[in-house]
């Protein structure tokens, strides 16, 4: 059965600092990330199990499990890429990353409203959860997401291209209880090249949702 791994830091632990400290990218990289991988895999040897016995009395815990932890491996696996200790700003056409800019703007009025929407669902989650950039493919729209956990609250086919981390693991060490401070400063760090990437990947899946019968 294929297995998931955690993946590689595509840079060293120091390399957001001092927006991120390296104790907070070790920990969080190493020992929570690493969790959900363990957590996805864990629960689909069960959910095997559960086949192979045709027991099906846990199947809810179990499926709401490989949600909960499939979920979080997928938001870290873009979270680690969505930063740079190089990047912040804005998207701009001179830096490569024009049609990101472009549809920033077309979906939200001006990257200043997307910026604030962003903050604002990443900062007021309620309890632990992310704030999502998404490309939402029924419209062509990039649109802004608030998700609970790491898997509640989003639209079904949206394909998220920048998160924001709000979960207390993500700042507490450094930014205590001071969630908004640690939103603000995750701007800094932003990679835009890597949100235009996954920009431009998501558009090209379109057809294949959309496909007719």
């Given amino acids: ?10 840079y060293d632990y120091s390399a957001l600092a001092p927006v991120i400290s390296p104790e907070i990218i070790e920990l969080h ?6 969790a959900y991988v363990k957590g996805a895999n864990d629960t689909l040897e069960q959910l095997a199990e559960a086949r192979d016995k045709e027991s099906w009395g846990s199947v809810n815990g179990l499926e709401k499990n490989l949600a909960f ?23 701009l056409a001179a ?3 024009g049609d990101l800019a472009d549809a920033i703007t077309e ?47 989003v639209g079904q086919a949206a394909t998220p291209i920048l998160v924001f981390d709000a979960w207390e693991h993500a700042f507490y060490l450094q930014y205590r209880n ?7 400063a995750m701007w800094q760090v932003v990679n835009w090249q890597d949100v235009a990437r996954r920009y431009e990947a998501a558009k090209s899946r379109t057809d294949v949702l959309l496909l007719a019968p």
């Fill in 1 to 10: 059965m294929p297995v998931y791994t955690l993946p590689e830091l595509p």
């Fill in 29 to 34: 990289h190493d020992k929570h990330h690493a």
């Fill in 69 to 91: 932890h499939l979920s979080g491996h997928i938001l870290h696996s873009i979270y680690w890429h969505n930063m740079t200790g190089t990047g912040g700003g804005e998207p």
């Fill in 95 to 97: 830096d490569g990353v």
């Fill in 107 to 153: 979906s939200f009025g001006s990257f200043g409203a997307f910026r604030t929407q962003l903050s604002k669902a990443s900062a007021t989650t309620q309890g632990s959860g992310w704030g999502v950039l998404a490309y939402e493919p029924l419209s062509g729209r990039l649109i802004v997401e608030q998700v609970y956990d790491h898997q509640g609250n």
């Fill in 178 to 184: 001071q969630k908004v401070d640690f939103i603000e």
